[in-house]
Antibody
């Protein structure tokens, strides 16, 4: 069974860059059947899609975040990563990584999520 | 951006009763609509995709319907484990989520 696990700092200072990594186990990130996605959820609020990446490196970003987001993939480590630049308190959220089926473009497996707080 | 609007915000239902949740899109998303369930402290779980197809392992009491701009998630007989927040998501034009409907015990 595939598992996803987010990792990275839980506290980031304003104006700095948030960096998270998602490690995939139980399946290959190089499978052509999936995209690999980041989604976030501010405390007590709803879900916001950040973007997703294909194993080839093709990326698809939320237009509202596109100028600040970079998603990359490392197939040798079976990992993909998120960088969000120039963060503010509004970027405080639980960040989830997820596997997205290419056929349905829906997320069938999710990581447990990691809380990132933006504060000085 | 396609805006997804869910109603009601909170639905109070007794165990064993039927729950009907609504989701409206600001423009047509065809059948590119999914439903997710989220319990406190957990990641969302995919319930429905393609507006009406149950995901793997999802019980038959969950059903989805609709197309275009109007969608419904029905839980035919609420079980204790079904009390949660439900989100609709369109994937016709990137992804956007509704704000969620909380299904609580009456």
């Amino acid at each position: 069974q595939v598992q996803l696990q987010e990792s990275g700092p839980g506290l980031v200072k304003p104006s700095q860059t948030l960096s998270l990594t998602c490690t995939v186990s139980g399946g290959s990130i190089s499978s052509g059947d999936y995209y690999w996605s980041w989604i976030r959820q501010p405390p007590g609020k709803g879900l916001e899609w950040i973007g997703y990446i294909y194993y080839s490196g093709s990326t698809y970003y939320n237009p509202s975040l596109k100028s600040r987001v970079t998603i990359s993939v490392d197939t040798s480590k079976n990992q993909f990563s998120l960088k969000l630049s120039s963060v503010t308190a509004a970027d405080t959220a639980v960040y989830y990584c997820a596997r997205v089926l290419v056929t349905t473009v829906t997320a069938d497996y999710w990581g447990q999520g990691t809380l990132v707080t933006v504060s000085s | 951006e396609i805006v997804m609007t869910q109603s009601p915000a909170t639905l109070s239902v007794s165990p064993g009763e039927r729950a009907t949740l609504s989701c409206r899109a600001s423009q047509s998303v065809s059948s590119n609509l999914a439903w997710y369930q989220q319990k406190p402290g957990q990641a969302p779980r995919l319930l429905i995709y393609g507006a009406s197809t149950r995901a793997t392992g999802i019980p038959a009491r969950f059903s989805g319907s609709g197309s275009g701009t109007e969608f419904t998630l029905t839980i035919s007989s609420l079980q204790s484990e079904d009390f949660a927040v439900y989100y609709c998501q369109q994937y016709n034009n990137w992804w956007t989520f509704g704000q969620g409907t909380k299904v609580e015990i009456k």
